[in-house]
């Protein structure tokens, strides 16, 4: 993947997480804020959970930052997977989210 992919592919990811959590607020009438500046997003729960997705160009890297710890995804050619073996982004995302809320949460990107 070149550059331009991938920050093309990072900014759909960046707006697919921050569309949903409008969703989440909107019609599930979860208290989810959210705050971009460029390449970082913040997801900040109710309860004080924040969760930062954001990415690293020159690793061509997407990172994820949360109370359950930090996690670093690489693009598979199909998936962002965990570089240290784990689930994809999408499904640790819907997790913590979901943990974050007390509801059952699908983040997809």
Known sequence: MNDTEFHTRAT???DAI???ADHWFEKLDLD????RNGNVLNLIFENGHQVVINSQAPLHEMWLAA????FHYRFDGRHWKDTR???DLHDTLSAICSEATGK???VEL
Do not use: C, D, F, Y
């Open 67 to 70: 109370r359950s710890g930090g």
């Open 12 to 14: 759909i990811i960046l």
């Open 85 to 87: 073996g784990g689930t």
């Open 18 to 20: 921050e569309a949903q």
């Open 32 to 35: 989810v804020e959210t705050k």
């Open 104 to 106: 059952t949460l699908t």
